[in-house]
C-alpha cells in the first residue's frame, strides 16, 4: 500500500511538474509576436472561409456579378492560403485553421436561402475585406517577424483592389457600401 501511494505521488509530482514548466516557457514567449500570431491565425481563417463562401456563391448566387465574385475570391485565396501556409510554417507559426467564429459565419450562409444570399454575401465580403486591409497593414507596420511583414506588405495592394470590387459588387446587389467606408474611415491603423 505504501509503495503504491508513493508512487501514485512520483507521477503526479511528475506531471505537477511538467506543467508548471511549461508554463514558463510559454510565458517567455516573446509578447512582441502577439501581432505576428493575431496576423496569422485570423488571416489565415478568413482565407479559408473566404474559399468556401467564394465556391458557396458559385452555388447560391443568382446575380452573375456574385457568383463572378465568389469565384474569383475562390481562385484567389486558394493560392493565398497557399503563400500563408508557408509562412506561417517559416516562421514557427501552426498552420491557419478555420475557427470556429468562422465556421459558424459558413454555416450561417450555407443555411441561407438564394433570394437572400447575394447582399448577405456582399455585405459580409466589404466587412472582411476592410478587416484584412486593417490587419495586413497592422501586420506589415508594426509585426515582428520579418518575412510575415514582408507577406502583408506584398497583400496590400489585392486586398485594396478586392475591397472596391467587392464595394462595385455589393452596390449592385444593393449593398449600402458607403456605411463600411465610413466604418473603415474611422478605423485607425
Do not use: C, W
Not at 11 to 20: E, M, N, P, Y
Amino acid at each position: 500500500m505504501v509503495v503504491k501511494n508513493i508512487v501514485s505521488a512520483a507521477v503526479t509530482g511528475l506531471f505537477l511538474s511538467a506543467a508548471v514548466g511549461l508554463a514558463p516557457a510559454a510565458a517567455q514567449q516573446p509578447k512582441s509576436l502577439a501581432s505576428d500570431s493575431v496576423f496569422i491565425t485570423r488571416t489565415g481563417s478568413a482565407g479559408l472561409l473566404q474559399v468556401k463562401l467564394g465556391k458557396l456563391a458559385e452555388k447560391k448566387g443568382t446575380s452573375t456579378a456574385v457568383v463572378e465574385f465568389g469565384k474569383g475570391m475562390a481562385t484567389h485565396y486558394s493560392k493565398a492560403n497557399e503563400e500563408l501556409k508557408t509562412a506561417a510554417k517559416a516562421a514557427g507559426f501552426p498552420a491557419p485553421s478555420l475557427t470556429r467564429q468562422d465556421q459558424l459565419s459558413f454555416d450561417r450562409f450555407n443555411s441561407m436561402g438564394r433570394g437572400s444570399f447575394d447582399k448577405a454575401y456582399m455585405t459580409e465580403m466589404v466587412e472582411r475585406q476592410n478587416e484584412e486591409l486593417r490587419l495586413s497593414k497592422e501586420e506589415s507596420a508594426g509585426g515582428r517577424v520579418q518575412s510575415l511583414k514582408q507577406l502583408a506588405s506584398r497583400m496590400l495592394p489585392d486586398t485594396e483592389q478586392r475591397l472596391s470590387l467587392a464595394r462595385q459588387t455589393g452596390g449592385s446587389v444593393g449593398v449600402n457600401v458607403s456605411t463600411s467606408q465610413a466604418s473603415e474611415a474611422s478605423a485607425t491603423y
